[in-house]
């Protein structure tokens, strides 16, 4: 399929993907974050199966790799981002254990109960905050783990602009107190809930603006290359002006 024919929406959503192809994350998080969700989880053995959903390049699978036993399954549907972190894997001599996989989020071929853990960062809400957890719970051993990061508002009300573009960008944002019950109807009890620091973002825009402009080099003159780094650069200056309304939330649940 040549450009021209491709709907604007595909367009944009390989543009994305390249734009954060050669980032460490594809979304505010870090090290310190996965490791301090990781330490709510129990039971984790080296016959433990996780599942890392919306797995990007795997910055966050290859710390759960190095602080885990168990062996880890990394999906995605964009194949760059799983040759990434295959070949990473490989580099952290990490491949015995960690394997990544083309695949949607919403659609899984694996076993009924077939995984202790289900993680996934910045990626649910492309499916759904409910959905996901409702369809995913299915995969899950009794008493196994969902561990994952969500766009949550922090207070009741918020100004209109960053009320429209959260809005329409997630439109089932929500905020803490609703999506933990999402999370308890859904047949999970509460385990933790945490919200990332702001440095998570700082540390996400900060190399994103520089691979936003290498971007626009390379595809000069694309109004659709102009008008997706246009609305990134948008995105990060609403995070500096209105961060104390939302941000990033680990939601950690263990299957009832």
């Known amino acids: ?50 599942l890392d959903l919306g797995c990007g390049t795997g910055g966050q699978t290859m710390v759960l790799a190095q602080n885990t036993p168990g062996n880890i399954v990394g999906l995605d549907f964009y194949p760059g981002f799983i040759n990434t972190l295959n070949d990473n894997a490989k580099k952290l001599n990490l491949q015995e254990r960690v394997k990544g996989i083309i695949g949607s989020m919403d659609n899984l071929s694996f076993q009924k109960e ?41 207070t009741n009300e918020r100004p209109a602009e960053i009320e429209k573009w959260w809005t329409d960008n997630v439109p089932e944002i929500n905020t803490i107190p609703h999506n933990i019950s999402i999370m308890q109807k859904a047949g999970y009890c509460l385990v933790a809930a945490f919200t990332l620091p702001e440095k998570c973002w700082t540390d996400y825009f900060i190399p994103r603006e520089a691979a936003s402009k290498a971007l626009l080099e390379k595809y000069a003159g694309n109004k659709t290359a102009e008008d997706l780094i246009a609305k990134m650069r948008y995105e990060a200056e609403l995070y500096s002006k209105y961060k104390q309304y939302y941000g990033y939330v ?5 299957k009832i």
């Open 250 to 254: 680990f939601y950690i649940g263990k």
């Open 114 to 154: 077939e995984f202790d853990l289900i993680w996934s960062e910045g990626a649910i809400a492309g499916i759904g905050f409910e959905k996901g957890l409702n369809y995913w719970r299915d995969f899950l051993k009794k008493d196994g783990y969902v561990s994952l990061t969500y766009e949550s508002w922090f």
């Open 1 to 50: 399929m040549t450009d021209e024919n491709k709907s604007i929406h595909e367009f944009d959503l390989n543009l994305i993907c390249e734009l954060h192809e050669g980032l460490e994350r594809q979304g505010p998080g870090s090290p310190e974050m996965t490791v301090k969700a990781l330490s709510f989880i129990e039971n984790l053995d080296k016959n433990s199966k996780i």
